[in-house]
């Protein structure tokens, strides 16, 4: 399976493992929820998805790489006691805490999470002195003679022997004691991703045009190649800040991520092809609908990859566009959520400016105890920031003697500003987006690469949304047109064959 169809597998799981009677105890009881398992290469995700599920079900994740830990912290320290049995005194040895089912326990005891995913990652590359431990932890839900909280469901991931040569088999035992599930890369369920993600737009073309080249694994007389899906997300995040500090990302960078000779050379060579086409094509131009007639005979007389990169670089531009747009529209709601509720708390007050810092306080709170929890991600995190800021910065200033009325009335023009903010952000976006597809209309008549651009778009889930609420006509009748998810890799198969 891939790693989307993993991550609904174990929401499903932890779903119906959470799930209670009439009773309040759990329908599934511990002793029959099985761990569950994770074989698959190495970075493709298997962290990933257990932040993104754990988020998404508002429940606890402690996580943990296990070939980092001791026997001692895995286990915790063994200690004398004495016990008397049928009159004879004896010592026998206990062990402290384990350093994981403590960070459990403190999970429970800060955020008030009572139930949670417990990740253990590498689970099968364990020192020998560890590998009864974990075979313990799978079968009986302990470590040492401490048990796992009810509550909590246990993950784990493994690398196959082929990446990994300190792998440890796992005996029948312990197999019929899990759910095991096998775990593969997939550049299209990635793409997805690495659109919310913002993963930069140099890369998703590069991929668009060598699929094979997403992830790699091979061992040969210098040792081992490899490229992952980790090494693209973290050489994105570092271009990206790169280009902001106008710092060339060049072939010895690029190694530095993707750990295979040759096609560390080829994505590096794309990358600056990727930035000169930036350059002559002027994308921000085609947006303003000032687009200059040589563009369209250089479009003309393109090779096959150039046409995909100019798509690919004008999808990139409106991501950004996008993005933003509903950064703004989410800010506007919950400013007007959070007027809604000031409007109430408002109705008798002596002080309307103590009560706006009051409810901005608790917002606050809310938002640093869902952060403390691993609730939000990182965009959301940023949001929930802004909003804060913004509501703190906007705060009318109370005149003693206004009444409500009058305190709410300044609010309303503040919000006012905002909802004129984003309407213009809103009407700019449409009129770029008519640009873009003017230039894609006549720059490729009605080719496939037209297609692969409202296609680009679909996949995208903020431009998605903005064209659900924002009708665009060339949008929907092309999208009308398209299969979603294997129809791009058809129409890139249909424009090589016409390159060919």
Same mark, same amino acid.
């Given at each position: 399976?891939?790693?989307?169809?993993?991550?609904?597998?174990?929401?499903?799981?932890?779903?119906?493992?959470?799930?209670?009677?009439?009773?309040?105890?759990?329908?599934?009881?511990?002793?029959?929820?099985?761990?569950?398992?994770?074989?698959?290469?190495?970075?493709?995700?298997?962290?990933?998805?257990?932040?993104?599920?754990?988020?998404? $079900?508002?429940?606890?994740?402690?996580?943990?790489?296990?070939?980092?830990?001791?026997?001692?912290?895995?286990?915790?320290?063994?200690?004398?006691?004495?016990?008397?049995?049928?009159?004879?005194?004896?010592?026998?040895?206990?062990?402290?805490?384990?350093?994981?089912?403590?960070?459990?326990?403190?999970?429970?005891?800060?955020?008030?999470?009572?139930?949670?995913?417990?990740?253990?990652?590498?689970?099968?590359?364990?020192?020998?002195?560890?590998?009864?431990?974990?075979?313990?932890?799978?079968?009986?839900?302990?470590?040492?003679?401490?048990?796992?909280?009810?509550?909590?469901?246990?993950?784990?991931?493994?690398?196959?022997?082929?990446?990994?040569?300190?792998?440890?088999?796992?005996?029948?035992?312990?197999?019929?004691?899990?759910?095991?599930?096998?775990?593969?890369?997939?550049?299209?369920?990635?793409?997805?991703?690495?659109?919310?993600?913002?993963?930069?737009?140099?890369?998703?073309?590069?991929?668009?045009?060598?699929?094979?080249?997403?992830?790699?694994?091979?061992?040969?007389?210098?040792?081992?190649?490899?490229?992952?899906?980790?090494?693209?997300?973290?050489?994105?995040?570092?271009?990206?800040?790169?280009?902001?500090?106008?710092?060339?990302?060049?072939?010895?960078?690029?190694?530095?991520?993707?750990?295979?000779?040759?096609?560390?050379?080829?994505?590096?060579?794309?990358?600056?092809?990727?930035?000169?086409?930036?350059?002559?094509?002027?994308?921000?131009?085609?947006?303003?609908?000032?687009?200059?007639?040589? @563009?369209?005979?250089?479009?003309?007389?393109?090779?096959?990859?150039? *046409?995909?990169?100019?798509?690919?670089?004008?999808?990139?531009?409106?991501?950004?566009?996008?993005?933003?747009?509903?950064?703004?529209?989410?800010?506007?709601?919950?400013?007007?959520?959070?007027?809604?509720?000031?409007?109430?708390?408002?109705?008798?007050?002596?002080?309307?400016?103590?009560?706006?810092?009051?409810?901005?306080?608790?917002?606050?709170?809310?938002?640093?105890?869902?952060?403390?929890?691993?609730?939000?991600?990182?965009?959301?995190?940023?949001?929930? *920031?802004?909003?804060?800021?913004?509501?703190?910065?906007?705060?009318?200033?109370?005149?003693?003697?206004?009444?409500?009325?009058?305190?709410?009335?300044?609010?309303?023009?503040?919000?006012?500003?905002?909802?004129?903010? $984003?309407?213009?952000?809103?009407?700019?976006?449409?009129?770029?987006?008519?640009?873009?597809?003017?230039?894609?209309?006549?720059?490729?008549?009605?080719?496939?690469?037209? @297609?692969?651009? @409202?296609?680009?778009?679909?996949?995208?889930?903020?431009?998605?949304?903005?064209?659900?609420?924002?009708?665009?006509?060339?949008?929907?009748?092309?999208?009308?047109?398209?299969?979603?998810?294997?129809?791009?890799?058809?129409?890139?198969?249909?424009?090589?064959?016409?390159?060919?």
């Amino acid at each position: 399976m891939n790693i989307r169809e993993a991550k609904e597998e174990i929401i499903n799981t932890v779903r119906a493992y959470l799930s209670k009677d009439e009773t309040g105890a759990y329908r599934i009881p511990s002793v029959r929820q099985r761990p569950v398992l994770l074989m698959g290469p190495p970075g493709i995700g298997k962290t990933q998805i257990m932040e993104q599920a754990a988020r998404e $079900l508002r429940i606890g994740l402690v996580a943990y790489t296990i070939t980092h830990h001791t026997r001692q912290s895995a286990v915790g320290l063994p200690f004398i006691r004495e016990e008397t049995f049928e009159g004879a005194v004896y010592s026998v040895t206990e062990y402290t805490m384990s350093e994981i089912i403590a960070s459990v326990y403190r999970k429970i005891r800060d955020n008030g999470q009572r139930e949670g995913i417990l990740f253990i990652d590498e689970i099968n590359c364990v020192s020998e002195t560890l590998a009864p431990t974990m075979l313990q932890f799978l079968q009986c839900k302990t470590f040492g003679n401490q048990k796992i909280p009810d509550g909590w469901v246990i993950v784990a991931a493994g690398n196959p022997p082929e990446y990994n040569q300190s792998v440890r088999e796992f005996d029948m035992v312990t197999l019929d004691r899990v759910r095991y599930l096998t775990v593969e890369a997939d550049l299209g369920v990635w793409r997805e991703y690495a659109a919310r993600q913002q993963i930069h737009g140099a890369i998703l073309s590069y991929l668009e045009l060598r699929p094979a080249h997403f992830y790699q694994v091979k061992t040969d007389v210098d040792g081992m190649q490899f490229v992952t899906a980790r090494g693209w997300e973290d050489l994105s995040s570092l271009m990206r800040v790169y280009e902001e500090l106008d710092i060339a990302v060049d072939e010895s960078v690029v190694r530095e991520f993707l750990h295979h000779e040759e096609i560390a050379a080829d994505a590096a060579a794309y990358f600056a092809l990727y930035r000169k086409y930036q350059e002559a094509y002027g994308i921000a131009d085609i947006l303003a609908g000032n687009v200059r007639q040589t @563009v369209y005979a250089r479009l003309d007389a393109a090779a096959f990859d150039e *046409r995909v990169s100019v798509v690919n670089l004008l999808l990139d531009a409106l991501y950004l566009c996008f993005r933003e747009a509903a950064d703004q529209k989410l800010l506007t709601d919950g400013w007007y959520a959070f007027l809604k509720e000031l409007r109430l708390a408002l109705r008798g007050q002596d002080n309307p400016g103590d009560c706006y810092q009051n409810l901005l306080r608790q917002k606050t709170a809310e938002v640093a105890q869902m952060k403390k929890a691993g609730c939000l991600s990182r965009r959301e995190e940023k949001r929930a *920031r802004l909003f804060c800021d913004i509501l703190a910065k906007e705060a009318p200033a109370y005149v003693p003697g206004d009444d409500e009325n009058v305190y709410f009335a300044g609010c309303r023009e503040k919000f006012a500003v905002q909802t004129a903010r $984003l309407e213009r952000l809103e009407h700019e976006l449409e009129e770029q987006l008519q640009h873009a597809f003017d230039f894609v209309e006549t720059a490729f008549l009605n080719g496939q690469e037209l @297609v692969m651009f @409202v296609t680009g778009l679909t996949l995208f889930e903020d431009a998605a949304l903005f064209l659900s609420e924002h009708s665009n006509e060339r949008y929907q009748s092309y999208s009308d047109q398209l299969l979603l998810g294997t129809k791009r890799a058809e129409l890139l198969q249909e424009l090589r064959r016409d390159e060919s």
